[in-house]
């Protein structure tokens, strides 16, 4: 079995925009808020932001506790936390719930993953702001074609041992994991965060970033769904133990991420007796299959369903 190829994951890219031709959902008042807050990154003491959106009827409702989901984007979408923030509008939760306009009852952190000297890799140099959406004062914007793909539909096969392969990307969200649990910290001190209900989610490079956020912190989320990035068989005896519950997306014509991959961590998770994990395989979706699922509502309500047991931990 050939190892799974960084080299071409690095030159697949991770941005573009989503087709699922359903009329998007308005939001119910025009109280939904976008803001930009300030942290100084533990990685190298330098002043960053994360975007917060909060949904609408935050306003109005002082008393009422609102789910958490903590994104993270994919690899093109790195930058430096300041003017470059905005790339990560382009695609997940925030873009529908932003620029979409679409009510979604979350608060929605999204942090920005440092570049890591990833400046020079081709869709991130030649990247444009005008690939970054605006949410307009009117309306929505339509949704562009999801990437097209000539690679024919073909069962998946056994991915066997796993034990020589790295269990992540180079460079990913790991390294920004402090980060990520001061940001978390930070909202739910400013904002009336449900702690028994924070979710996480990420696509490609985030779905990586989600597996291994779910092993080092188990306790914190009461529901994980890691889009095209598999989880390593070494990351889920956490998982397993913490039942965390699971919802993984795989694309059947993905160009970047080896969908064969997928099956060895999941059957790990069953050989550990975790049997809350829904696997979905979008067999005719390229690697941009995150829009197809954001764009829907299941992925939502599925999250809304699963709440942390009540501890003093989490109160």
Request: include cysteine; glycine fraction near 6%.
């Amino acid at each position: 079995m050939r190892l799974f190829s960084y080299f071409a994951l690095c030159l697949v890219l991770v941005s573009g925009c989503s087709t699922v031709h359903k009329p998007p959902v308005e939001a119910t008042a025009q109280s939904a808020q976008l803001l930009r807050l300030d942290y100084i990154s533990s990685i190298d003491n330098a002043a960053r932001q994360y975007f917060v959106y909060l949904p609408s009827g935050y306003q109005q409702n002082t008393n009422k506790k609102w789910p958490m989901l903590l994104f993270l984007h994919g690899n093109g979408e790195r930058g430096n936390g300041l003017d470059e923030l905005d790339y990560t509008l382009i695609h997940g939760p925030l873009y529908e719930a932003w620029v979409q306009k679409r009510d979604l009852p979350f608060i929605i952190v999204v942090p920005q993953l440092h570049m890591f000297g990833m400046d020079k890799v081709p869709y991130i140099a030649n990247r444009s702001r005008d690939a970054i959406p605006a949410r307009l004062t009117d309306g929505v914007p339509a949704r562009p074609a999801m990437f097209p793909s000539d690679k024919p539909i073909v069962p998946a096969a056994i991915a066997g041992d796993m034990s020589a392969v790295p269990p992540l990307l180079p460079d990913g969200w790991e390294r920004a994991e402090q980060d990520l649990l001061t940001i978390m910290n930070k909202v739910q001190q400013q904002f009336n965060v449900d702690a028994q209900r924070r979710y996480l989610t990420g696509i490609s490079y985030g779905g990586f970033g989600s597996w291994y956020l779910a092993s080092k912190q188990p306790e914190l989320f009461a529901a994980v769904a890691p889009i095209v990035g598999w989880g390593h068989p070494d990351l889920m005896a956490p998982i397993a133990r913490a039942q965390t519950p699971l919802w993984v997306f795989a694309a059947g014509r993905d160009l970047a991420i080896n969908k064969n991959y997928f099956y060895p961590g999941i059957e790990r998770l069953r050989q550990l007796g975790h049997d809350n994990v829904r696997f979905s395989m979008l067999e005719q979706a390229g690697h941009d299959a995150w829009k197809q699922v954001y764009a829907g509502s299941d992925l939502y309500l599925w999250l809304l369903q699963h709440q942390l047991q009540s501890t003093a931990e989490n109160q």
